[in-house]
């Protein structure tokens, strides 16, 4: 099946500072997703990006299907930011079977004050 | 509208009983799927309902666990003979989706902790 490979597993930032996270996935998809869990365990919809660039706020994502990544831009950190944010992907169009989601391991992501 | 509600958010029980787990979808949402999520395995696939058949069941780890979903809504989640791996925490998700192609934005519930003693 597909991989989905996250980096950097862990991030250390201060308040205020960016960052960037890294999904690679091993095959073509048809749906690319992030996601933030919060401390409570919640998956936070962030972005659907198949393909393109898109912006909310403080956090943007880029997809380059042909080239198999995605990248999560998080500027001037919060506190609120703290969690782990996972990339999921699915390939329903490929016939692989369904919709189910494959996700990565996740960016386990600390922000100190 | 309302999210994805899961209950019950806790459950505690003893190795070799049964449990059922209960998902509500978004209103309208046709596709209905669950996922576990535990420390070793990450989060993982296991059923994928299109209305109420349920097309790819492929994640289910053995037979000890069933799912059903009626009336296009409501899923229920049945672990039989608990054991103590089945611990985890068990998230419900759902989508729009109507074929395969199509825009296919999940959307996750809170999730019910499963501790088997």
């Known amino acids: 099946g597909i991989q989905v490979e996250q980096s950097p597993p862990d991030l250390i930032l201060q308040e205020g500072a960016n960052s960037t996270l890294r999904c690679n996935f091993s095959?073509?998809?048809?749906?690319l997703q992030w996601f933030h869990q919060n401390p409570w365990g919640q998956l936070i919809n962030l972005f659907y990006i198949p393909s393109g660039t898109k912006q909310n706020g403080r956090l943007s994502a880029t997809t380059v299907a042909t080239e198999r990544y995605s990248l999560l831009y998080i500027s001037s950190s919060q506190t609120t930011d703290s969690g782990v944010y996972f990339c999921a992907v699915d390939q329903s169009y490929s016939g692989a079977g369904s919709y189910q989601l494959t996700f990565g391991k996740g960016t386990k992501l600390s922000v100190i004050p | 509208g309302a999210g994805v509600s899961q209950s019950p958010s806790n459950k505690v029980t003893e190795k070799g009983k049964d449990v059922e787990l209960r998902c509500d979808p978004i209103?309208?949402?046709?596709?209905l799927y669950w996922y576990r999520q535990s420390l070793g395995q990450g989060l993982e696939f296991l059923i994928y309902f299109q209305g109420n058949s349920a097309p790819d069941k492929s994640g289910l780890p053995s037979d000890r666990f069933s799912a059903e979903r009626t009336g296009g809504s409501v899923s229920t989640l049945t672990i039989q003979r608990t054991q103590q791996e089945d611990s985890a925490v068990y998230l419900c998700a759902s989508s729009l989706a109507s074929h395969l192609g199509s825009y296919n934005e999940q959307f996750f519930g809170p999730g019910t902790r499963l501790t088997v003693l």
């Open positions: 095959d073509s998809v048809n749906n």
């Open positions: 209103s309208g949402h046709t596709a």
